[in-house]
């Protein structure tokens, strides 16, 4: 009876029977049966009723789920069979029971008991399901399994095939064009999925990035939400970026030394670069980007005029804006031409509207070379009368002259000359925001253009130049300026050197050199291009310093001129009164003269030819040193090297300009040089894929405080407090003096129950009418003589 007994409790202990099976499966093996046979009767019961909730029927489930295994055979058609019960009856399962069969498919899983072409559409299919807590269970496991099975170097391309080809089924099918249908959450849920595995870079291809363009023009606003958001926030959020740049950027810090200062530089570099700029690859790919931006620009601007009279739901103003920023960047990116982008956007260009920092931001980024000066002029000159006023605030002026300087950097044809002088009048005004913007595109002017600007505003630089003959603009409208080489080798060849002249200066390779091969280095004596060389720098130099001296002195040129005439003329007078000894003498002394002018003459014919062949040994050293872009192929370290010269040399000017800012008794040019480089590199900051908020704001946007906390509020509080004790109260001074209080001021916190028994109060309580109103009239008497 005992073992009967032990039996039925172990058939009725499931997770007791299971640790028995998986110990040992031959000896239980009965009843492991027992509850197959109960397992096939419990479905045929259900499938009458799928509706209800059978709790002992999904514990059975799970059961069976670990213990297949251990008997392959009678277990055969079970993973199939749990699939197709879910895929039959998903949509009216009772919550609990779907979420146990859901758990026993993916135990059943990860045994290798199925493949995941065979679990992934059902999973996909039941997206469809109105339960919150499910579709979040099957987004995380879509999403690892297809990770796990593309680890690494290895693409499983079936699995990815298949799986592409029925979820895009799934986002294009005509039920996921009804908002209420269930098809739309399948279809949004199964985009979240491409685009997570997309960020993840296991789908990175073009099928997957124009799917999801598709999503862009979904009458569903959250799927069209979900596809944009994409295109505008491929990376991580922008505090996240920010705490991994700060905390490593803290970690150099505190290891940084003389040695490794370069590397840990270009380590910070690198990262807040990564992190910073957003990866655009994703525009890239799509197959039309101009047929893509002119169907959304049509979706975003059709929303605004039509009403939901006509049939069309009327899109939220910030859906269309986002549609918008997603036009202009593909504008921006691919350097396309959108003929009523711009006139349209004209009517949103005042300082009132809403969002019009965000507005003025997808105004500069549509603009690129190719776009037109024509059909960027107008919004121009109305972004001059409504911002950049006297009677705007320095805010608004300041984010109009940012915008105008950004749609210049891209095309700087697009202001006027007229404008332009009038704008960068305001880079004396008061404000500090407004004067820093009105020099930002003075200088860029200086750099670029500087033919457009007045004669007095051009520079030194640029005017030195234009007087040479050079023209430093390109004023031709599309054409343009083509690199012979990689930007910047000059700053590689530079590093190149200094690292050969280290390697020259070590002591054990100088005395394994060979001494004949450069006799004329060993002996101490200069090379013959060394000489050439530094004639040619001396030379140069004197040419510079001649040609800077003669600028402005034409008039004294003129004068000297004269004199040597007049000197001239008395001379020839002179002598044309002497006599004939004298002429013979004369004649004698200008054959001897003849003579010395004839050797003086060969000398300098030979100089001049020893000159002409020194030259020509100079061009042939020229072409025999080529650039390091021409010589070999240039790594990824050989670029980081430039980028880290370039910081470098922006980092020296601005040093520089502020050491001459601070610096007093500099003149004013010095200043101007200054600023003129350290405005280059804050003009190629502009040069980027996409402008922001923060770009149009300039030093405002670095204004604004976050609202503090309450830990940060009391220690102002407590800061402020300090060094103020005659502002505080009786009992801070009494406790700081070590005194306690009185019996009378003890008796005023007491409780009242605790002095009822007072006799004051026992007397007071016991009062009449006529003693109440007295002390009534006498206390209102005494409070306005206190008054008056």
């Known amino acids: 009876m005992g073992r009967r007994q032990r039996a039925n409790e172990i058939l009725n202990n499931l997770p007791q029977l299971q640790n028995h099976i998986k110990k040992d499966p031959t000896s239980y093996r009965e009843e492991f049966l027992q509850q197959w046979k ?16 059978y709790k002992e029927f999904g514990d059975l489930i799970m059961f069976l789920a670990h213990v297949s295994p251990y008997y392959p055979k009678e277990c055969q058609g079970y993973p199939v069979m749990l699939l197709n019960l879910l895929q039959k009856n998903y949509m009216v399962l009772d919550p609990n029971l779907r979420k146990s069969i859901v758990q026993s498919v993916i135990l059943l899983r990860n045994k290798r008991q199925m493949s995941s072409t065979q679990l992934l559409p059902v999973f996909f299919t039941m997206f469809r399901c109105h339960d919150k807590t499910l579709r979040s269970t099957l987004y995380k496991y879509i999403v690892n399994d297809v990770r796990s099975a593309n680890k690494g170097q290895h693409r499983d391309n079936k699995l990815n095939r298949v799986i592409q080809n029925y979820m895009f089924s799934i986002i294009n099918s005509p039920d996921a064009q009804t908002k209420t249908s269930p098809g739309a959450i399948a279809a949004k849920k199964s985009l979240e999925v491409c685009i997570e595995l997309y960020r993840r870079g296991i789908w990175n291809d073009s099928k997957t990035v124009n ?44 290891s940084r030394t003389e040695d490794n200062e370069e590397n840990e530089d270009s380590d ?28 959304l620009f049509v ?55 809403r969002d019009i920092t965000v507005i003025l931001a997808i105004f500069a980024t549509a603009c690129n070379q190719f776009t037109a000066p024509e059909s960027v002029q107008p919004q121009i000159r109305v972004i001059a009368n409504n911002f950049v006023s006297d009677h705007c605030s320095p805010e608004v002026m300041s984010a109009g002259l940012n915008v105008i300087r950004a749609v210049c950097v891209r ?32 200088q860029f002017y200086r750099k670029s253009y500087p033919e457009m600007l007045p004669k007095r505003e051009r520079g030194k630089s640029a005017t030195e130049a234009l007087i040479g003959g050079k023209t430093l603009a390109n004023q031709e409208y599309g054409q343009e300026k083509v690199h012979e080489g990689v930007d910047g080798i000059d700053l590689l060849d530079m590093v190149s050197s200094d690292s050969e002249l280290e390697f020259s200066g070590d002591e054990s390779l100088e005395e394994e050199s060979d001494v004949e091969s450069i006799p004329e280095v060993q002996a101490g004596k200069p090379s013959k291009a060394k000489k050439i060389n530094e004639k040619n720098i001396d030379e140069d130099s004197e040419n510079d310093e001649i040609y ?14 004269e004199e040597e005439d007049a000197e001239e003329n008395k001379e020839y007078n002179s002598e044309n009164e002497s006599d004939a000894d004298d002429n013979e003498k004369a004649n004698n002394s200008e054959k001897t003269e003849f003579k010395e002018a004839d050797t003086s003459s060969s000398i300098e014919r030979s100089n001049t030819e020893e000159e002409a062949t020194e030259k020509e040994e100079m061009e042939e050293s020229k072409s025999k040193v080529l650039r390091a872009d021409m010589t070999r192929i240039l790594t990824q370290e050989d670029f980081d090297k430039i980028d880290r010269m370039k910081k470098k040399q922006k980092e020296k000017a601005r040093v520089e300009m502020e050491s001459l800012a601070n610096t007093k008794g500099k003149n004013k040019r010095s200043l101007e040089t200054a600023n003129s480089q350290a ?40 800061a402020g407090r300090e060094g103020r004790e005659k502002f505080a109260s009786k009992k801070s001074k009494r406790e700081s003096d070590g005194r306690s209080t009185s019996n009378k ?44």
């Open 548 to 561: 800077l001296s003669d600028l402005g002195n034409d008039s004294d040129e003129d004068s000297d001129y």
């Open 679 to 718: 405005g280059d590199g804050e003009n190629e900051s502009l040069k980027k894929d996409y402008y922001d908020e923060a770009d149009i704001l300039g030093s405002y946007h670095s204004r604004k405080r976050a609202k503090a906390t309450y830990a940060e509020r009391m220690a102002t509080v407590q």
């Open 411 to 442: 095309q700087p044809m697009a202001l006027d000359d007229g404008l332009l002088s009038d704008l960068i009048e305001y880079r004396k005004h008061k404000d500090k925001g407004v004067m820093m913007a009105a020099r930002s595109l003075l």
């Open 745 to 788: 001021e003890k008796r005023k916190t007491k409780n009242f129950k605790m002095i009822s028994h007072k006799q004051g109060n026992v007397v007071k309580g016991k009062r009449s009418l006529v003693v109440k109103a007295r002390e009534l009239r006498a206390h209102i008497k005494k409070q306005k003589m206190k008054k008056h």
């Open 211 to 254: 799917v999801i363009a598709l999503g862009c023009f979904s009458k569903i606003t959250k799927i069209k939400v979900t596809c944009i958001q994409f295109f505008l926030n491929p990376t991580k959020s922008k505090q996240r970026r920010l705490e991994k740049a700060q905390k490593i950027h803290k970690k150099n810090l505190k």
């Open 299 to 353: 979706s975003a601007s059709s929303s605004s005029n039509n009403s939901k009279k006509g049939g069309q739901v009327v899109e939220r103003f910030e859906v269309r804006l986002m549609q918008l920023k997603l036009v202009s960047r593909v504008m921006g990116y691919h350097n396309l031409y959108i003929s009523s982008f711009f006139p349209f956007m004209q009517r949103y260009l005042q300082p009132h509207q």
């Open 38 to 53: 109960h397992f096939e009767s419990s479905l045929g019961i259900f499938e009458l009723k799928p509706d209800e909730e």
């Open 268 to 295: 910070i570099e690198e990262n807040f670069n990564k992190s910073d700029q957003p990866h655009f690859r994703v525009l890239s790919l799509i197959n039309d980007p101009q047929n893509f931006a002119e169907k």
